[in-house]
């Protein structure tokens, strides 16, 4: 197969560009509630968009047989052009005529959707150049046709009919204007690829071609597709097949699943760029004031090319450890007497030591005595104590009675203290002995 300079310049440059995908792919961040980052994100699109079901829809017509003949001979180039980026690829081959000249068929699907290139060569083998009566063909039929269901379409697939003639189409074609065809087209999320042979193959400058009243311009400008024109040359039709597909316009979108209290969002919101470049996003992550603290919470953000799944390459994965910043709180109630009875009485110098947390379980309670500042423990919560306030003795801690864990000596009042596991530091409060 003979490629131009200008193409294999192309496909070279597209071969050196970065693995497709979103970079980063992952990103872990401990964070503060209520608070935004933002990230620098890119996606570099593939050479084919994912999961391509490409049609060829060919111009059956007398005055094609050269171009027909260059597609039997480099089909397989073309499909391994597509296959090396996405082997998931499939193709159909489909023919069209001239509605109103003798020897054609109007239209007709030769094989439908599928991978099996020796089914593929068949049908391209198969198709016969003749007839066509005047120089508008019938390809808005085509179109049409495919679109509303000639072509059975994979779920979630990336569409893309490759139109190759040399002349325009009568309008409206088999019964379908231009706006039918684009509307059914459009519905079906098909982009189309024109190529223009010319008037005759080679092409003749000058002789109109498959552009010749605009009309491949609007289906491929509508469509989001792309005109191409056939240079010389005995590959020159596969040429600009190949080239269109590595061509094509993609469109990036996101689908964001988050979990409770964190969210994401892009600037832009979505992107447009060709086939085997880049698009650049800004990604805003907020944590919500009210996500869980202590918790890691979790978004996935599949980017879609023309909403379709690029697969695990373009899912990126944001994992968020949301930072603990609330402080325990303590309290010292009133404790149990030695036989573990409740003690309610307001003299009695029995207490619990109380701190509770938002996150940490296992808090470690200190003691300090607010005159001479000795201090005694750690205590986990719920240690129940009897306090003696004696100015003149050495303060001091041993074993208490019964239910009561510890008797405390103190010269002032016992000052509680606590922090969490992540360093939040209570407010100290003070008990004090009853006189």
Known sequence: MRWSIGLVSALVGRALATTPGVSPASISQSQNPGTTFNIQKIVNTPEIPPTPDIVLLVDNTGSMFNAISDIRKNLNSVISSVTSSQ??????????????????????????????????????????????????????????QIATGAISFRSGSSRVVVLVSDASSHDPSGGHTLNDAITALKAANIRVIAVDVGYNYPPTAGKGGIDANGQATSVTSATGGSLI???????????????????????????????????????????????????????????????????????SVNFLLNGATGGAAFVQQVAVSVNDITPPTLSCPHGVNPDGSPNPNTNANFWT???????????????????????????????????????????????????????????????????????????????????
């Not at 239209?107 to 005047?134: C, E, I, K, W, Y």
């Not at 988050?258 to 907020?286: H, I, K, R």
């Not at 003149?392 to 606590?418: E, S």
């Open 87 to 144: 082997p998931s690829a499939e193709f159909a081959v489909a023919e069209f005529g001239d509605n109103q000249g003798a020897s054609t068929v109007p239209f007709r699907v030769d094989q439908g959707l599928t991978s099996d290139v020796t089914a593929l060569q068949n049908a391209v083998n198969g198709l016969t150049a003749g007839g066509g009566g005047d120089t508008p063909e019938d390809w808005i039929n085509g179109l049409y």
């Open 229 to 299: 024109p056939v240079g010389s040359g005995a590959s020159g039709v596969t040429d600009a097949i190949t080239s269109g597909l590595h061509d094509l316009p993609v469109d990036i979108t996101t689908s964001i699943t988050c979990g409770s209290g964190l969210s994401v969002s892009f600037s832009p919101a979505d992107s447009t760029v060709q086939s085997g470049t880049a698009a650049t996003f800004t990604e805003t992550v907020n944590v919500a004031s009210n996500a869980a603290q202590g918790t890691t919470i979790d978004c």
């Open 353 to 435: 030591l109380d701190a509770t947390d938002n996150v940490s379980k296992d808090l470690k309670i200190y003691v300090v005595d607010t005159v001479s500042g000795v201090k005694f423990g750690p205590y986990p919560s719920g240690t129940n104590i009897k306090l003696i306030q004696a100015p003149g003795a050495t303060p001091n801690v041993k074993p208490g009675q019964g239910a009561v864990d510890w008797q405390i000596t103190v010269k002032g009042c016992a000052q509680l203290i606590a922090s969490d596991d992540a360093g939040n530091k209570a407010t100290p409060i003070n008990c004090c002995a009853r006189p």
